[in-house]
C-alpha cells in the first residue's frame, strides 16, 4: 500500500519548478547565447502533451514566422560534437532523443517548419536498470544534466536542416496522455559532400500515436524491469547511448553500454558497469559543488525569465553574465570525467530494493508513531518527509518530499 500511494503521490503532483527548455546549441565544446541558434518557446518551459499538435515540431512558439527569422543558423560540419543547454536542468525521468529534418532545396532552416522527412540522429535512455528500477542516463549524481552532446553522423549530407531535441517526462505516463514532451528545435547549415542515406525517416506530428510502451508507462509500481524507448532506431548507428556526453568533455561514444552497436531502438536492458567504489567517491566530490551550481543556476534562470514568454533573446553586460552563469552551473555540476559519469550510473546498483506493496509502513526517524491506516495528504507528507530525512532512505524519497513541498 505505501508503494503504491508513493507512486500516485509522486505522479500526480510533480513540481513545475522541474520544467525546463532546451535553450542554446553547443558545437565543438563552445556553448552559443540562448536562442541565438535555437527556437524560442512562448510556453514558459511547460511541455507539450498532444503528440498530434503541430507544437509537436519545435514547441509552442517554434513556428511563429516572427520567431523563425530572427533565430541565426549555425554552420557545422558532418563528425562536429553537437548538443543543447538546458536551462535549470531536466528536472524528470525519462529519455532524450535527437530528431534532423533536411530542409527541402531553396528553402532556409530559418523558413522550414519541419513538415518533411525526420530521422533520429542520438538516443540516452537508462543508464541501468536495477531492483529499484529504471535508473537514468539524464539524471547524474543526484542531479539532472545540465547539457549534453554527441557526434553529428559522417556521411550526413549537406543542406539546411532542423535539430530537435525531446526529453520524454515520464512521471505522470501511467496513463495515455500523461507524458510530457520538453522540445527545442536548433537551425543549422550542414556543409561538406555526405552523401549518407539517413533512414528510417518519419513525420512530425506523426512519429507518435500516444500508445506506445515507452510512453505509458507506471515507472514507479509496479517497479519496471525493461524499457524500451519510443519511437525509430538512430541513424547510422541504431543504438542507444546509456551515460551523457557533456559540453567541453571528450566524449566516450554515442553507444555506451549497447549490446552491440547495430541492437535496436530500445533495447532497454543494457547497464553500465562501472566500481562501486569509484561511483560513491565520484558522488562525494560532485555533491561538494551542486549546491554552487544551484544557487548559480537559479540566477541565471531568473535573467532569462523575460525571453520565455516569446520577448527577444537578452543582449548586452546583462545577457553576457546570465549565459556565463549558466555555463558556469553547467560545468560545476556535470561529472568531472568520463569515468566519472560511467561509474555513477552504476551506483544505482546499491538503491534499496523498495518495499513490497503489502508492507507497512515503518515508524518515522526519531518517532514511535507509524503512519496511520487512514490519513490526511499533508499527514502523508510529514510522514515521508521523517522517513526521507532518516540515513537508509533513497534520493528517490527526498525528491518526492522535494516536490510535494512546491505544490
Not at 71 to 80: E, F, K, L
Not at 83 to 110: Q, R
Request: charged share 10%.
Amino acid at each position: 500500500m505505501r508503494s503504491t500511494i508513493l507512486a500516485l503521490i509522486a505522479a500526480g503532483v510533480p513540481s513545475a519548478l522541474a520544467h525546463y527548455n532546451f535553450e542554446a546549441l553547443i558545437v565543438n565544446g563552445n556553448a552559443t547565447s540562448a536562442y541565438e541558434y535555437v527556437r524560442q518557446t512562448t510556453n514558459s518551459n511547460s511541455p507539450i502533451t498532444d503528440v498530434t499538435s503541430s507544437d509537436f515540431v519545435c514547441n509552442q512558439g517554434g513556428l511563429d514566422a516572427t520567431i523563425m527569422a530572427k533565430t541565426q543558423t549555425h554552420t557545422v560540419a558532418p563528425g562536429d560534437e553537437v548538443g543543447f543547454t538546458v536551462n535549470v536542468e531536466i528536472g524528470h525521468p525519462g529519455p532524450l532523443a535527437v530528431y534532423m529534418s533536411k530542409a527541402p532545396d531553396g528553402t532556409t532552416a530559418a523558413a522550414y517548419k519541419g513538415d518533411g522527412d525526420w530521422f533520429k540522429v542520438y538516443e540516452l535512455s537508462t543508464s541501468s536498470i536495477t531492483d529499484a528500477g529504471l535508473q537514468w542516463a539524464t539524471y547524474v549524481n543526484n542531479a539532472g544534466i545540465h547539457n549534453f552532446t554527441f557526434q553529428l553522423p559522417d556521411t550526413l549530407p549537406a543542406g539546411q536542416y532542423l535539430m530537435r531535441a525531446e526529453h520524454v517526462a515520464l512521471h505522470g505516463a501511467s496513463t495515455k496522455g500523461g507524458a510530457q514532451f520538453y522540445i527545442g528545435c536548433a537551425q543549422l547549415e550542414v556543409s561538406g559532400s555526405g552523401s549518407g542515406s539517413p533512414s528510417p525517416t518519419v513525420k512530425i506530428p506523426g512519429v507518435y500515436t500516444g500508445d506506445e510502451p515507452g510512453l505509458v508507462i507506471n515507472i514507479y509500481y509496479p517497479v519496471p524491469t525493461s524499457y524500451t524507448v519510443a519511437g525509430p532506431a538512430t541513424w547510422p548507428n541504431a543504438c542507444e547511448d546509456h551515460t551523457a556526453n557533456f559540453e567541453g568533455q571528450t566524449s566516450d561514444g554515442d553507444c555506451t553500454g549497447s549490446t552491440s552497436s547495430g541492437s535496436s531502438s530500445g533495447s532497454g536492458n543494457s547497464s553500465v558497469v562501472a566500481s562501486s567504489a569509484a561511483a560513491a567517491s565520484t558522488s562525494k566530490a560532485a555533491a561538494s559543488t551542486s549546491k554552487a551550481a544551484a544557487s548559480t543556476s537559479k540566477a541565471a534562470a531568473t535573467s532569462k525569465a523575460a525571453t520565455s514568454n516569446g520577448a527577444a533573446a537578452p543582449t548586452g553586460a546583462a545577457s553576457t553574465s546570465a549565459a556565463s552563469a549558466a555555463r558556469t552551473s553547467s560545468a560545476v555540476a556535470r561529472p568531472s570525467s568520463t569515468t566519472a559519469k560511467q561509474a555513477a550510473a552504476a551506483a544505482t546498483s546499491a538503491k534499496p530494493t523498495p518495499a513490497s506493496s503489502s508492507a507497512a509502513a515503518p515508524a518515522a526517524t526519531g518517532g514511535s508513531s507509524s503512519l496511520p491506516s487512514e490519513f490526511t495528504l499533508n499527514e502523508f507528507i510529514s510522514w515521508l518527509q521523517q522517513v526521507a530525512g532518516s540515513s537508509g532512505s533513497s534520493s528517490k524519497a527526498r525528491r518526492h518530499v522535494r516536490d510535494m513541498r512546491n505544490i
